[in-house]
């Protein structure tokens, strides 16, 4: 079965620093992986998606994540946040093949402090 | 619109109601998909529908949840005899065949009192 896991519940950082949200996975067949924000009382917005090739990926509002098949982990990068970016992260994985759900981690709450 | 849209937004009932939500994909996605999002808590998913195939229901916590699609159309999402633990956030998310991402709604908040 699959599983995600974001090992961060929350995560305080100050504007213009850099921040790092971990995401590791677990699944015996390949994955799609994908990062999706959700700001309050919104639905969630796709920030960046793996699909095959390049194991870096760049999303929107600046933000990226690489893949590292060895560690199993798709950590989300950003080199330097804004207040807009205070929002719920959620690290997904779908199957390639088979089911078409998302499996979803608990989430990382960006905390953006001036 | 363009995007998934959800009604109603908010829904405030009583345990032991029956409540029904719905969902509009967005025209032409062949995927429709519920999730249930709990306080605090990550999405778990509860059926998908694609296409006529038959729907994958693996995620229903209970024979008091069930959903209907027509089509590639609308989708409603129906608890019977709701319960407290019921109360979450109802999400829906649509999408063409995968890699395709899935676009969601912004949700059905459902309080049981």
């Known amino acids: 079965a699959q599983s995600v896991t974001q090992l961060d519940s929350q995560v305080p950082v100050f504007e213009e620093a850099p921040v790092e949200l971990r995401c590791n996975y677990s699944s015996s067949v390949s994955v799609y992986l994908f990062w999706y924000v959700q700001y309050p009382n919104q639905g969630l917005q796709l920030l960046l998606k793996y699909l095959s090739g390049s194991t870096l990926v760049k999303g929107i509002n600046g933000f990226e994540a690489e893949f590292n098949k060895s560690q199993t982990s798709f950590h989300l990068r950003k080199p330097s946040v804004h207040i807009s970016d205070t929002a719920e992260y959620f690290c997904a994985v779908s199957f390639i093949q088979g089911a078409q759900k998302l499996v979803f981690g608990q989430g990382t709450r960006l905390t953006i402090n001036p | 619109g363009a995007g998934v849209s959800q009604s109603p937004s908010n829904k405030v009932t009583e345990k032991g109601k029956d409540v029904e939500l719905r969902c509009d994909p967005i025209?032409?996605?062949?995927?429709l998909y519920w999730y249930r999002q709990r306080l605090g808590q990550g999405l778990e998913f509860l059926i998908y529908f694609q296409g006529n195939s038959a729907p994958d229901k693996s995620g229903l916590p209970s024979d008091r949840f069930s959903a209907e699609r027509t089509g590639e159309s609308v989708s409603t999402l129906t608890i019977q005899r709701t319960q407290q633990e019921d109360s979450a956030v109802y999400l829906c998310?649509?999408?063409?065949?995968?890699?395709?991402?899935?676009?969601f709604g912004d949700g059905t908040r459902l309080s049981i009192l």
């Open positions: 998310a649509s999408s063409l065949a995968l890699p395709q991402p899935q676009h």
């Open positions: 025209s032409g996605h062949t995927a």
